[in-house]
Protein backbone atom coordinates (compact mmCIF):
# COMPACT_ATOMS: atom_id res chain seq x y z
CA UNK A 1 0.00 0.00 0.00
CA UNK A 2 1.10 3.05 -0.90
CA UNK A 3 1.77 5.80 1.73
CA UNK A 4 0.01 9.09 1.49
CA UNK A 5 2.32 12.12 0.75
CA UNK A 6 1.54 15.02 3.25
CA UNK A 7 3.11 18.10 1.50
CA UNK A 8 4.52 20.61 3.60
CA UNK A 9 6.35 23.75 2.31
CA UNK A 10 7.70 24.86 5.21
CA UNK A 11 9.29 23.13 8.54
CA UNK A 12 6.84 24.48 11.05
CA UNK A 13 8.06 24.65 14.95
CA UNK A 14 11.09 22.24 13.26
CA UNK A 15 8.29 19.57 14.45
CA UNK A 16 9.11 17.08 10.87
CA UNK A 17 12.68 16.47 12.55
CA UNK A 18 10.82 14.66 15.51
CA UNK A 19 9.30 11.14 16.53
CA UNK A 20 5.79 12.69 16.61
CA UNK A 21 4.04 15.77 15.08
CA UNK A 22 1.15 17.79 14.07
CA UNK A 23 -0.23 18.91 11.51
CA UNK A 24 -3.15 21.40 10.75
CA UNK A 25 -5.15 20.23 6.98
CA UNK A 26 -8.50 20.70 5.37
CA UNK A 27 -10.25 17.83 6.87
CA UNK A 28 -10.29 14.83 4.72
CA UNK A 29 -12.57 11.49 5.44
CA UNK A 30 -10.95 9.44 3.06
CA UNK A 31 -7.36 10.60 3.88
CA UNK A 32 -7.40 11.43 7.62
CA UNK A 33 -7.80 8.27 8.79
CA UNK A 34 -6.16 6.42 12.05
CA UNK A 35 -3.95 4.04 11.20
CA UNK A 36 -3.04 5.61 7.69
CA UNK A 37 0.46 5.19 6.74
CA UNK A 38 2.32 8.83 5.59
CA UNK A 39 4.82 10.44 3.86
CA UNK A 40 5.72 13.61 4.87
CA UNK A 41 7.19 15.59 2.04
CA UNK A 42 8.92 19.28 2.77
CA UNK A 43 9.81 20.81 -0.44
CA UNK A 44 9.75 17.46 -2.55
CA UNK A 45 12.00 15.42 -0.19
CA UNK A 46 11.16 13.16 2.20
CA UNK A 47 11.32 13.92 5.72
CA UNK A 48 10.21 10.80 7.29
CA UNK A 49 7.19 8.30 7.33
CA UNK A 50 4.40 7.25 9.91
CA UNK A 51 1.06 6.66 10.68
CA UNK A 52 -1.95 8.60 11.94
CA UNK A 53 -2.83 7.90 15.59
CA UNK A 54 -5.11 10.60 15.96
CA UNK A 55 -7.39 13.31 14.36
CA UNK A 56 -9.52 15.96 15.83
CA UNK A 57 -11.56 18.23 13.56
CA UNK A 58 -12.61 21.14 14.32
CA UNK A 59 -13.48 24.83 12.61
CA UNK A 60 -11.49 27.48 12.26
CA UNK A 61 -12.77 29.64 15.25
CA UNK A 62 -12.05 26.73 17.25
CA UNK A 63 -8.26 26.37 17.12
CA UNK A 64 -6.57 27.64 20.38
CA UNK A 65 -3.39 28.43 21.29
CA UNK A 66 -2.71 24.96 22.59
CA UNK A 67 -3.40 23.78 19.42
CA UNK A 68 -1.49 26.75 17.12
CA UNK A 69 1.76 26.51 19.26
CA UNK A 70 2.80 22.61 18.76
CA UNK A 71 1.99 22.83 15.16
CA UNK A 72 3.45 26.40 13.76
CA UNK A 73 5.06 27.91 16.83
CA UNK A 74 2.62 30.84 16.72
CA UNK A 75 -0.74 31.75 18.46
CA UNK A 76 -3.84 31.11 17.50
CA UNK A 77 -4.34 34.28 15.82
CA UNK A 78 -1.34 33.99 13.52
CA UNK A 79 -2.26 30.53 12.80
CA UNK A 80 -5.36 31.20 11.98
CA UNK A 81 -4.14 34.35 9.46
CA UNK A 82 -1.37 31.41 7.89
CA UNK A 83 -4.19 28.74 7.30
CA UNK A 84 -6.33 31.56 5.54
CA UNK A 85 -3.60 32.72 3.28
CA UNK A 86 -2.70 28.65 2.46
CA UNK A 87 -6.85 28.32 1.43
CA UNK A 88 -7.98 31.71 0.21
CA UNK A 89 -10.95 30.31 -0.98
CA UNK A 90 -12.34 28.59 2.00
CA UNK A 91 -15.25 29.32 3.82
CA UNK A 92 -13.93 28.39 7.03
CA UNK A 93 -17.71 29.13 8.86
CA UNK A 94 -18.18 25.69 7.27
CA UNK A 95 -15.05 23.83 6.34
CA UNK A 96 -13.63 21.10 8.79
CA UNK A 97 -10.23 21.37 9.77
CA UNK A 98 -8.14 18.19 10.82
CA UNK A 99 -5.99 18.34 13.65
CA UNK A 100 -3.81 15.49 13.01
CA UNK A 101 -0.93 14.04 15.20
CA UNK A 102 1.40 11.39 13.64
CA UNK A 103 4.00 9.15 14.93
CA UNK A 104 7.13 8.50 12.44
CA UNK A 105 8.12 5.06 11.96
CA UNK A 106 10.79 3.97 14.23
CA UNK A 107 13.73 4.30 11.11
CA UNK A 108 12.54 7.64 10.07
CA UNK A 109 13.57 9.28 13.35
CA UNK A 110 16.52 6.86 14.58
Known sequence: MD??????SYNWNNKLDCKAFTTIRLYSPDNHVIGKEVNAVLKGVSKGTGKIVKVKC???KDLNDYMAYLDTGYDAVETANIIRKMYPTVDFTKK????ILILKDKQSHE
Open 3 to 8: KLPIPF
Open 58 to 60: FLL
Open 96 to 99: LLAF
